[in-house]
């Protein structure tokens, strides 16, 4: 009879137990995540620019304007922040605070970092003949193009070892893919290949490309082109991401006199500003769901997330911001 009783009670701790361990109160607590939100841009008028960072609406100056200083384009890889910057006529790579000259003569359009390497695209500014696209990988400059007809390299995406690279030559928009270049457009319109993102295998380009006396916005998936705009006003596609099997697009529509910043998702279009000032969308990040857009109202640099502004300068000087990257990180840490 001891012996049952004994049995039987250590079955009622065991449910017991496992009773108490299922409880919510018991349960481990999901982590909290909180986002760092960097923009960069410039601020300031032509020939005195510096060259901004905003992280989490907090201005840096990253080049003032003695250096007549533009950023394009930003980047995050764990703990360090990447800038591709151009002073004057020279390309700068920024990482933390501290800035490397990849080549005088040259000015950058994008920065990646993959696989431990840092990519970096833009254009050679030769003193005679023309623009040359080009491709930095950590720091050693690759020629894209000949040099025989205008080119630039605007935007550049690594996806496991493949190096994609989205700019123009001449009339022509173009996609690299590993330096071998593939032509979006036939070139008897003028057209431009701007930022490039690629997904489960799909390669994204946003761009633009001459339709009568129009610019019509473009998006091209794997070399087909979707028209974004109807080429009644004048558009362009500056940036490209995709997330959860949806394609965001920013850029511009004008509407009556005014550049109206544009979001197209999955084609449909967005307006983020109201016409009443010139406004353009530069870059587009998804983060958890929100979308987060940087570009420029007005005089202001901005950043909307999910539609709703927010003003990154006081609109004193001219200012613009380029690009936008968001990071998560655990509440609480730095």
Same mark, same amino acid.
């Given at each position: 009879?001891?012996r049952k009783?004994?049995k039987t009670m *250590?079955?009622?701790?065991?449910a017991a %137990?496992g009773?108490?361990?299922? #409880?919510p /109160?018991? %349960?481990? @607590?999901?982590?909290k995540? @909180?986002?760092d939100?960097? =923009?960069v841009?410039e601020?300031?008028?032509?020939?005195?620019l510096? %060259?901004?960072?905003?992280?989490?609406?907090? *201005?840096? =100056?990253l080049?003032?304007?003695?250096?007549?200083?533009?950023?394009?384009s930003v980047?995050?890889?764990?703990?360090?922040?990447y800038?591709?910057?151009?002073? &004057?006529?020279?390309?700068v790579?920024?990482? $933390? /605070?501290?800035?490397?000259?990849?080549?005088? !003569?040259?000015?950058?359009?994008?920065v990646?970092?993959? +696989?431990? #390497?840092?990519?970096?695209? !833009?254009?050679?500014?030769? @003193?005679? $003949?023309?623009?040359?696209?080009?491709?930095?990988k950590? /720091?050693?400059?690759i020629?894209?193009?000949d040099?025989?007809?205008?080119?630039?390299?605007?935007?550049?995406? =690594?996806?496991?070892?493949?190096?994609?690279? *989205? /700019?123009?030559k001449g009339s022509?928009?173009?996609?690299?893919?590993?330096?071998?270049?593939?032509e979006?457009s036939?070139?008897? #319109?003028w057209?431009?290949? &701007?930022s490039v993102?690629?997904?489960? !295998?799909?390669v994204?380009v946003a761009?633009w490309? #001459?339709?009568g006396?129009? $610019?019509?916005a473009?998006?091209?998936?794997?070399g087909?082109a979707?028209e974004?705009?109807?080429?009644?006003?004048?558009a362009?596609a500056? %940036?490209?991401? =995709?997330?959860?099997? $949806?394609?965001?697009?920013?850029?511009?529509?004008?509407?009556?006199?005014?550049q109206?910043a544009?979001l197209?998702? +999955?084609?449909?279009?967005t307006a983020l500003?109201?016409?009443? &000032?010139?406004?353009v969308? &530069?870059?587009?990040?998804?983060?958890?769901s929100d979308?987060?857009?940087?570009?420029?109202? !007005?005089?202001k640099?901005?950043l909307w997330k999910?539609?709703?502004?927010?003003?990154?300068?006081?609109?004193?000087?001219?200012?613009?911001?380029?690009?936008?990257y968001v990071?998560r990180?655990?509440?609480?840490?730095k």
């Open positions: 009879m001891k009783s004994l *250590a079955m009622c701790i065991i %137990a009773f108490l361990a299922c #409880k /109160g018991n %349960a481990p @607590e999901e982590p995540y @909180e986002y939100v960097y =923009v841009g601020e300031g008028k032509l020939g005195e510096a %060259a901004m960072l905003w992280k989490n609406g907090e *201005a840096t =100056v080049a003032d304007k003695s250096k007549n200083a533009q950023a394009h980047f995050v890889d764990k703990e360090d922040v800038v591709a910057i151009h002073e &004057r006529v020279k390309a790579l920024w990482k $933390n /605070g501290k800035t490397t000259e990849l080549e005088d !003569g040259a000015i950058l359009h994008s990646f970092v993959a +696989n431990g #390497k840092v990519y970096t695209a !833009g254009h050679r500014v030769p @003193e005679k $003949n023309y623009t040359i696209a080009m491709l930095w950590n /720091g050693e400059a020629k894209l193009t040099g025989k007809e205008w080119s630039a390299a605007w935007s550049v995406f =690594v996806d496991k070892d493949d190096v994609y690279v *989205a /700019g123009y022509k928009a173009l996609l690299w893919k590993n330096g071998e270049a593939s979006l036939d070139g008897s #319109k057209a431009v290949a &701007r993102y690629v997904s489960d !295998g799909d994204y761009g490309e #001459k339709k006396e129009k $610019n019509v473009k998006l091209w998936k794997n087909k979707t974004l705009s109807d080429g009644k006003e004048d362009a500056f %940036a490209v991401f =995709v997330a959860d099997g $949806n394609v965001y697009v920013a850029g511009y529509e004008k509407e009556g006199d005014k109206v544009k197209w998702k +999955n084609g449909e279009a500003t109201n016409g009443k &000032r010139e406004a969308a &530069r870059s587009v990040f998804v983060a958890s979308v987060y857009v940087a570009g420029r109202e !007005g005089y640099a901005m999910n539609g709703e502004a927010t003003e990154l300068s006081d609109g004193k000087k001219e200012a613009t911001a380029c690009s936008v990071v990180r655990e509440a609480g840490k």
